[in-house]
């Protein structure tokens, strides 16, 4: 199976940057699309950013210019830098990878499709 570690959650004041980190570790055979998601209190998860593996990324129109996105292949790792961040920036932050892992008991390289924990990510006004 593949598991997900989310870090770099926390408080900041309105104005202020926190850097997320997201990385995968079990069976993985590739890795094609890394995304960023986001819930806030009473509304429904978004994706906020995500990056494929050619580098192509993409965002939501609320973050675009403030947030960036990338990956370190190597370590299997996605980014997510968030600055200028605002009160409505505030919520659980998500973590998703795509890709396909060994199957050793069938010997078969399946699509995967898992979500980290999730890291809270508060901005005070």
């Known amino acids: 199976q593949v598991q997900l570690v989310e870090s770099g959650g926390g408080l900041v004041q309105a104005g202020g940057s926190l850097r997320l980190s997201c990385t995968a570790s079990?069976?993985?055979?590739?890795?094609?699309?890394m995304n960023w998601c986001r819930q806030a209190p009473g509304k429904q998860r978004e994706l906020v950013a995500g990056?494929?593996?050619?580098?192509?990324?993409d965002y939501a129109d609320s973050v675009k210019g403030r947030f960036i996105v990338s990956r370190d292949n190597a370590k299997k790792t996605v980014f997510l830098q968030m600055n200028s961040l605002k009160p409505e920036d505030t919520g659980v932050y998500y973590c998703?990878?795509?890709?396909?892992?060994?199957?050793?008991?069938?010997?078969?390289?399946?699509?995967?499709?898992?979500w980290g924990q999730g890291t809270q990510v508060t901005v005070s006004s």
């Open positions: 998703n990878v795509q890709g396909t892992r060994w199957d050793s008991r069938n010997l078969r390289t399946p699509p995967f499709d898992s």
């Open positions: 079990g069976n993985i055979v590739s890795i094609n699309t």
């Open positions: 990056i494929t593996s050619a580098g192509d990324t």
